[in-house]
């Protein structure tokens, strides 16, 4: 079974960065579209960011500009670097493959608040 352990989040103020890392377990890795999701209290899971096995990047509307996905394949990690951080962005960001396994890992909280 795949293990998905988050990391990287925190308290930032409006305007800040954050970098996002996810390890992945598994020897399947660099053959799996990885993506970035969150949930904010109330809200569905929504998907924010994919990268595919050629590398090729995808966004949510909401983060274009702002946030950029890369990955590491040597390394079976799946990065998230996040600029100009907003309130709105608040949530807890989880790693999974795009689709979703049926098993995610704990996320990480991202509160953007002053």
């Known amino acids: 079974q795949v293990q998905l352990v988050e990391s990287g989040g925190g308290l930032v103020q409006p305007g800040g960065s954050l970098r996002l890392s996810c390890a992945v377990s598994g020897s399947m890795f660099r053959i799996y579209s990885m993506g970035w999701y969150r949930q904010a209290p109330g809200e569905q899971r929504e998907l924010v960011a994919s990268i595919s096995s050629g590398e090729t990047t995808n966004y949510h509307d909401s983060v274009k500009g702002r946030f950029a996905i890369s990955r590491d394949n040597a390394k079976t990690t799946v990065y998230l670097q996040m600029n100009s951080l907003k309130p709105e962005d608040t949530a807890v960001y989880y790693c999974?493959?795009?689709?979703?396994?049926?098993?995610w890992g704990l996320g990480t909280q991202v509160t953007v608040s002053s």
């Open positions: 999974n493959r795009v689709p979703s396994w049926g098993s």
